[in-house]
């Protein structure tokens, strides 16, 4: 973790600038100690809170990135290139191999296929390498006090001091995004509470170190999201001349056999699978663009994240993980 300051002055402005949600400009350490209480209702340990609280401090740099998120410009076929490139298909199916009985195993507990599990890991910190050096308790404290979404992450900070008070990690070791997301598989302290999983049975849930419990804790998260074990997410199809774009929609659902009436053939032209699956349509951008039918699967990616590229890449990169 790389060692940061905050000036004097910045933390002068950020107050200026900062309104909590319950209205009025609220003093930082005020703040706090409000926090404090209300944490040690809820049974967090105060020797807990002494150390994640007693020294807190505002983070300048999470303010400005949350205030200028940039704008979502990248075409599909730019986001692809980006988020799954050649070599990332190619490491996805090393460690796959490498991987191999732990992947399996967990796949079976869970009902998830090990290629989706690496997919996940792939595209959401490259495999553990990359997943955030922001000090966690210190961003969602910094998002907290700030008046824009203020509960929401009021809410994610608690479920951080729960997650130190149970011993999981420790604090000089609890980064993350800027935004709070956590460990290899990125997540928020809420999904953490929910679904993260101890698998090696060492006492602690490492999302951070342990790929047991990296891999157990995003299946578990599928499982109990509807993954479907003995179902792929969904395939590319080619759509016959006039076809109405009016049935791309995830509320249009039908029999691969009523897509089939329709004209849906497979990518390649051949004919849709015979297995009658219930499935949507989507387009990757609209008309004209890369048409996909999805199933049940596709419906469990977006309750990880709620983009219809991040959905089409997780189920792309882990067909070309898989060999497809």
Excluded: C
Aim: a positive charge.
């Amino acid at each position: 973790m790389r060692p940061w300051r905050l000036l004097s002055g910045v933390v002068a402005g950020l107050l200026v600038l900062v309104q909590p949600a319950a209205g009025g400009t609220v003093p930082f350490q005020k703040w706090v100690e409000e926090l404090h209480r209300e944490a040690e209702a809820r049974g967090i340990r105060p020797s807990t809170l002494k150390s994640a609280l007693g020294a807190l401090k505002l983070l300048p740099r999470v303010v400005e990135l949350d205030r200028k998120q940039p704008e979502f410009t990248l075409t599909y076929r730019q986001y692809m290139d980006r988020v799954v490139p050649a070599a990332r298909v190619e490491k996805g199916r090393r460690l796959l191999r490498e991987n191999r009985a732990l992947l399996d195993e967990v796949g079976a507990k869970f009902g998830v296929q090990p290629r989706f599990l690496v997919a996940f890991w792939g595209i959401e910190s490259d495999f553990g390498r990359l997943t955030g050096g922001f000090p966690v308790i210190h961003a969602l404290a910094t998002l907290a006090y700030d008046g824009r979404r203020s509960a929401y992450f009021r809410g994610e900070l608690i479920n951080a001091l729960k997650i130190l008070d149970g011993g999981h990690i420790k604090l000089a070791k609890m980064s993350g995004s800027w935004a709070g997301a956590m460990g290899q598989s990125q997540f928020m302290p809420s999904s953490f509470l929910a679904y993260a999983v101890d698998y090696d049975g060492d006492g602690r849930k490492d999302i951070w170190n342990t790929k047991a419990d990296v891999f157990a804790s995003a299946a578990n998260y599928l499982a109990g999201v509807g993954w479907k074990g003995d179902q792929t997410w969904g395939r590319p199809v080619r759509l016959p001349a006039g076809f109405d774009a009016g049935l791309a929609s995830l509320k249009v659902r039908k029999r691969l056999s009523e897509w089939q009436g329709l004209g849906v053939r497979r990518a390649d032209g051949g004919d849709l699978p015979k297995r009658d699956l219930g499935a949507s349509l989507v387009l990757a951008e609209g008309p004209g663009s890369p048409a996909f039918l999805v199933y049940a699967n596709y419906k469990a990616i977006l309750k990880w994240n709620r983009s219809t590229f991040f959905a089409l890449a997780v189920g792309s990169l882990a067909e070309r993980i898989g060999g497809g």
